[in-house]
């Protein structure tokens, strides 16, 4: 059964710094992979995904992910943290073939002036 | 960009009533829908998938009585919370895909926030 551990219900930054969220996966066979955004008292909106391809996804808003196969990780990184990027954030995996999400529990990003 | 609209955005009810919440596709069709729930804190659960046109297909330990699921058009499912007690207070969230194929993206409605009294 797939499952999804992010590391960290929150994480706290300083604008301008470096945002890293910890995306760590189990699965049998490659899935596809996720992150979503959520603000609060609103549903979800897609940050990136990876399917195929290249393993390095960038997505809206700045955000980029990595794919590490060996690792089964899936981070979240963004160079310069924004006021506006404090929300929840969910990583999900879906198996090829299904159409169903595993959602994390979710890590807070908490930016500081 | 594909638009999910999920109504209403807040109730709040008393013991004993049901609660119908409403997901519609604003600019694509979605055969199959899902519906989430979220505790405080907490990720998303998977309720059940909606099928347009057949029965929903339900999560372990969801209750299919209490929880009704009706997708009857392509661009509309609703999730009806039956003899509502304050233990189903809870944000609900439906989502859809815009295209077919697993890896296409779910894109989620804005969700309903439900207190029960």
């Known amino acids: 059964a797939q499952s999804v551990t992010q590391l960290g219900s929150h994480v706290s930054v300083s604008e301008g710094a470096l945002v890293l969220l910890r995306c760590n996966y189990s699965s049998s066979v490659p899935p596809y992979l996720f992150w979503y955004v959520q603000y609060p008292n609103q549903g979800l909106q897609l940050l990136l995904k990876y399917t195929t391809g290249a393993t390095l996804v960038k997505g809206i808003n700045g955000f980029e992910a990595e794919f590490e196969r060996g690792e089964t990780s899936f981070h979240l990184t963004k160079p310069s943290a924004h006021m506006s990027d404090a929300a929840e954030y969910f990583c999900?995996?879906?198996?090829?073939?299904?159409?169903?999400?595993?959602f994390g529990t979710g890590t807070r990003l908490l930016v500081s002036p | 960009g594909a638009v999910v609209s999920q109504h209403p955005s807040r109730v709040i009810c008393k013991s004993g009533t049901s609660v119908k919440i409403e997901c519609r596709s604003l600019d694509f069709q979605a055969t199959t829908m899902f519906w989430y729930r979220q505790f405080p804190k907490k990720s998303l659960m998977l309720m059940a998938t909606?099928?347009?046109?057949?029965?929903?297909?339900?999560e372990q330990g969801v209750e299919k009585d209490k929880f009704l699921i009706n997708h009857a058009s392509l661009t509309l499912s609703t999730l009806t919370v039956t003899s509502a007690h304050p233990e189903d207070s809870s944000f609900y969230i439906c989502?859809?895909?815009?295209?077919?194929?697993?890896?296409?993206?779910?894109?989620f409605g804005n969700g309903t926030r439900l207190t029960v009294t």
């Open positions: 999900a995996v879906s198996l090829q073939g299904f159409q169903k999400l595993v």
């Open positions: 989502s859809a895909r815009s295209s077919t194929g697993e890896s296409s993206p779910l894109h």
């Open positions: 909606s099928n347009e046109g057949s029965k929903a297909t339900y």
